[in-house]
């Protein structure tokens, strides 16, 4: 328990690095406000929802979570969950979404799934944040065509109403802004790529569109202060339906963030990460944010790499970027609500583009077809479906071709007696097994031995073999028994002895006609088999 939570521990990285890890933090939050705001508003909560995000779960997850310079805050991969929870059941819904879906993840945390939740195969990864940018950028649609309040099931169908209901007139502006804050982000990457390109792209354009006196949807009015936390009120047949997106949101905050987090330790040393206590720290996070009216959050990649470039070595920065955060809502709040919503569309357009990656698409067509098959069936089932959805079928598929993989370096393959050739030698079969007796392969190992004839001893090479399951040593228990009433004496020869144990429990052993039929060398074995051969011969 004391490993889960924060501890003193957490303060030593500060003493040496407090002053760049300010510096860091306040790169972040200037970074997050345009992100945190185009999220909000994406998820059809409002640009004000993302901020309390960023700012609550971010200071939550950097005080609780596993990893010293993780940045939370809502995601491009939670809008796509929380969007059709919000068209469904209302922006209230996304309260009791992000308090069960943050229970769901401490509970997690507390039963230790840390390691295995980041178990997620690389092309299903590639593919359903390849889908999360399609989806992403379908959902803006509306916003750049200055077309509102629409309804839909889908976000495909959401784009399509929104082109049907467009007006050149309109869409022009919209399209206009977009275009020049996409046009400056790209600029300002290219030239002085260290530059906060989204938040000056947005001051641009919004001040150009003030002065040009363009017709633009603005963000609005925004509160300058946190709402007080609260909790609303919800019947029990809601409180069931949403259950499964609850469920949806605590798998991805826990992969989303344990795969930012290893991102993270992967490009400066940062410390340890602690899976169990991140999932923890997010889950809280998540509760505190529904609680304040925001979204569930994740460990956010794009951030937590900028925290880690700039120079962030503890959790004092990622909780200085939630106070830069609350500094600007509560001083600046007028002025960003004047941000056109078709600006913060080109922010996040820009930002799917940056999520694809084209080499690792390149990489996985060029080295492996059913890697690639994975990735793309994951992208194409999490844009017409959903991602808890792709993420299943996609890990699922990539088992089915793993196990396939595993099988067809399985088999059985017969050897001659090794040293100089004896009378009847004939009569004995040597099986060397490779590979791994599981579920996937037990019947092709067996079937191979089985269908040898005209002898009187099988010997089973299990030394070479790497794995053997349940249903391995009970098709393994079924061989010795079918080949014994044929009147075959079988000799296990090598096995392992992390193989005894279940191997003795199924009934491998007990099969055999004599315990002394198990041994440990194989000269041993060939010596027994051609006594056997020898006591028949007449």
Same mark, same amino acid.
């Given at each position: 328990?004391?490993?889960?939570?924060?501890?003193?521990?957490?303060?030593?990285?500060?003493?040496?690095?407090?002053?760049?890890?300010?510096?860091? &933090? =306040?790169?972040?939050?200037?970074?997050?406000?345009?992100?945190?705001?185009?999220?909000?508003?994406?998820?059809?909560?409002?640009?004000?929802?993302?901020?309390?995000?960023?700012?609550?779960?971010?200071?939550?997850?950097?005080?609780?979570?596993?990893?010293?310079? +993780?940045?939370? &805050?809502?995601?491009?991969?939670?809008?796509?969950? %929380?969007?059709?929870?919000?068209?469904?059941?209302?922006?209230?819904?996304?309260?009791?979404?992000?308090?069960?879906?943050?229970? /769901?993840?401490?509970?997690?945390?507390?039963?230790?799934?840390?390691?295995?939740?980041?178990?997620?195969?690389?092309?299903?990864?590639?593919?359903?944040?390849?889908?999360?940018?399609?989806?992403?950028?379908?959902?803006?649609?509306?916003?750049?065509?200055?077309? @509102?309040?629409?309804?839909?099931?889908?976000?495909?169908?959401?784009?399509?109403?929104?082109?049907?209901?467009?007006?050149?007139? +309109?869409?022009?502006?919209?399209? !206009?802004?977009?275009?020049?804050?996409?046009?400056?982000?790209?600029?300002? +990457?290219? #030239?002085?790529?260290?530059?906060?390109?989204?938040?000056?792209?947005? =001051?641009?354009?919004?001040?150009?569109?003030?002065?040009?006196?363009?017709?633009?949807?603005?963000?609005?009015?925004?509160?300058?202060?946190?709402?007080?936390?609260? /909790?609303?009120?919800?019947?029990?047949?809601?409180?069931? $339906?949403?259950?499964?997106?609850?469920?949806?949101?605590? *798998?991805?905050?826990?992969?989303?963030?344990?795969?930012?987090?290893?991102?993270?330790?992967?490009?400066?040393?940062?410390?340890? !990460?602690?899976?169990?206590? $991140? %999932?923890?720290?997010?889950?809280?996070?998540?509760?505190?944010?529904?609680?304040?009216? &925001?979204?569930?959050?994740?460990?956010?990649?794009?951030?937590?790499?900028?925290?880690?470039?700039?120079?962030?070595?503890?959790? /004092?920065?990622?909780?200085?970027?939630? !106070?830069?955060?609350?500094?600007?809502?509560?001083?600046?709040?007028?002025?960003?609500?004047?941000?056109?919503?078709?600006?913060?569309?080109?922010? %996040?357009?820009?930002?799917?583009?940056?999520?694809?990656?084209?080499?690792?698409?390149?990489?996985?067509?060029?080295?492996?077809?059913?890697?690639?098959?994975?990735?793309?069936?994951?992208?194409?089932?999490?844009?017409?479906?959903?991602?808890?959805?792709?993420? +299943?079928?996609?890990?699922?598929?990539?088992?089915?071709?793993?196990?396939?993989?595993?099988?067809?370096?399985?088999?059985?393959?017969?050897?001659?007696?090794?040293?100089?050739?004896?009378?009847?030698?004939?009569?004995?079969? !040597?099986?060397?097994?490779?590979?791994?007796?599981?579920?996937?392969?037990?019947?092709?190992?067996?079937?191979?031995?089985?269908?040898?004839?005209?002898?009187?001893?099988?010997?089973?090479?299990?030394?070479?073999?790497?794995?053997?399951?349940?249903?391995?040593? #009970?098709?393994?228990?079924?061989?010795?028994?079918? *080949?014994?009433? #044929? &009147? =075959?004496? =079988?000799?296990?020869?090598? *096995?392992?002895?992390? @193989?005894?144990?279940?191997?003795?429990?199924?009934?491998?052993?007990?099969? %055999?006609?004599?315990?002394?039929?198990?041994?440990?060398?194989?000269?041993?074995?060939? $010596?027994?088999?051609?006594? @056997?051969? #020898?006591?028949?011969?007449?």
């Amino acid at each position: 328990m004391r490993s889960l939570l924060p501890s003193l521990a957490d303060l030593r990285p500060v003493r040496d690095s407090w002053n760049t890890d300010i510096v860091a &933090g =306040v790169t972040v939050g200037i970074v997050a406000l345009p992100l945190a705001l185009a999220f909000g508003a994406s998820a059809g909560l409002g640009p004000a929802a993302g901020l309390v995000t960023a700012i609550v779960a971010g200071f939550l997850a950097a005080v609780f979570g596993g990893s010293n310079v +993780q940045v939370s &805050g809502p995601t491009g991969a939670m809008v796509v969950v %929380l969007a059709p929870v919000v068209a469904t059941h209302g922006t209230g819904a996304v309260t009791v979404v992000a308090i069960l879906g943050g229970l /769901l993840v401490v509970a997690g945390g507390f039963l230790r799934l840390g390691r295995f939740i980041a178990m997620v195969p690389w092309p299903v990864i590639e593919g359903f944040t390849f889908g999360i940018a399609i989806v992403i950028a379908l959902q803006q649609v509306p916003a750049l065509l200055g077309v @509102h309040d629409l309804k839909g099931t889908t976000t495909l169908e959401v784009a399509w109403n929104a082109v049907e209901r467009s007006t050149w007139d +309109q869409a022009s502006i919209t399209l !206009l802004v977009a275009g020049l804050v996409a046009a400056v982000m790209v600029l300002i +990457q290219w #030239r002085a790529p260290r530059m906060p390109a989204s938040l000056i792209a947005i =001051v641009t354009v919004t001040l150009l569109t003030e002065f040009a006196g363009l017709d633009a949807p603005r963000i609005g009015a925004l509160p300058d202060t946190l709402p007080l936390p609260s /909790l609303p009120e919800i019947d029990t047949a809601t409180l069931r $339906e949403l259950l499964g997106p609850a469920v949806a949101v605590a *798998l991805l905050a826990a992969i989303e963030s344990l795969l930012s987090a290893k991102v993270a330790a992967g490009l400066a040393d940062t410390g340890d !990460l602690n899976p169990d206590r $991140e %999932l923890v720290g997010q889950g809280i996070a998540s509760i505190g944010s529904g609680l304040f009216g &925001g979204m569930p959050a994740t460990g956010a990649i794009a951030r937590t790499a900028v925290n880690v470039t700039a120079g962030a070595r503890s959790r /004092l920065a990622a909780a200085v970027h939630a !106070l830069v955060l609350l500094l600007i809502v509560t001083t600046a709040s007028g002025l960003v609500g004047k941000i056109p919503l078709a600006a913060l569309a080109g922010v %996040l357009l820009v930002v799917c583009a940056r999520m694809v990656d084209r080499e690792a698409a390149v990489m996985l067509a060029r080295v492996s077809r059913s890697a690639l098959l994975v990735f793309t069936i994951t992208a194409i089932v999490t844009v017409v479906f959903d991602l808890i959805v792709a993420i +299943q079928i996609g890990i699922a598929i990539a088992a089915v071709l793993v196990l396939r993989s595993l099988a067809s370096t399985t088999h059985a393959e017969r050897e001659p007696l090794p040293g100089d050739p004896q009378p009847g030698d004939e009569r004995i079969a !040597l099986f060397r097994l490779d590979g791994s007796a599981f579920f996937g392969a037990a019947d092709k190992l067996a079937d191979q031995i089985a269908a040898t004839r005209d002898i009187d001893v099988v010997i089973l090479r299990m030394s070479h073999l790497t794995m053997l399951d349940t249903t391995g040593a #009970r098709r393994l228990a079924e061989l010795i028994t079918t *080949l014994e009433r #044929r &009147g =075959v004496t =079988v000799i296990v020869k090598g *096995l392992q002895e992390r @193989h005894r144990s279940l191997a003795s429990g199924i009934g491998v052993l007990d099969a %055999l006609r004599h315990r002394a039929h198990a041994v440990d060398d194989l000269e041993t074995a060939i $010596e027994h088999a051609r006594s @056997h051969v #020898r006591r028949r011969v007449p």
